[in-house]
């Protein structure tokens, strides 16, 4: 069965969220702080992490730090504070994910299935030979540039105009699916699709407030930032 791993001090949220992740069929471990986590991994590493930050002994940053050490198993933060810095940081630090505390269960479950699908798509691609994941010579998920945008999907890093903007998953794949058909006007639903679980229902407006924080992000970078482009009651577009 697979195993997920919550870190978090508040054993109130510790419960619910074990009550709903064993509900999907999930085997759950809860640990206070990062220090009693790390030594049970030691005897068991689990299937997922969800961490908090902010622990007592050994706080989530650490933690993911030194799994980071070991183990590329998959880690999503999951965060009281609403601070770009902490998500940037954590994206940057390893984490695979980050959510505030404000989210769904549903959501944060959707999240886990599809870092869960990922980690076992991964697990089956061939590693013994050099080259693994390439196809007669040719990278099956290469860098891509559009303008000044760079993309490396193998180390989820994003560039504009050689700065790095951390972006989260959901952020990186809608970002990734306008810059590959520039021009192209995508529907919200479509865009919903994206994102990318069967499990996850989300409204449309959901894309405008991933969106408005892309622009936010890049715009730190760049203030003229407009590549991507709102078409008024339809979608977007990436246009360079």
Known sequence: MTKIALV?????FLVSLSMALEAEGLEVDSYSDGQAALRAFDARMPDLVVLDLKMPR???????TRLRRRSRLPVIILSSRDSEIDEALGLRMGADDYLRKSSSQRVLIARIRALLRRQTAWAAAPDD??????????DEDPVMIRGPLVMDPARHVVTWKGETVWLTVAEFRLVRALAEQPGAV??????????????LELSERAIDAH?????????KKDPEFSAIETIYRVGYRYNM
């Open 8 to 12: 978090d001090d508040d054993r109130n």
């Open 186 to 199: 995508w529907l919200r639903h479509q865009l919903l699709d994206v994102i990318g679980d069967e499990d």
């Open 129 to 138: 030979i050099e080259g693994a994941g390439q196809s007669e010579g040719q």
């Open 58 to 64: 050994m706080d989530g940053m650490e933690l993911l």
């Open 211 to 219: 969106i408005k924080r892309i622009r936010r992000k890049m715009r």
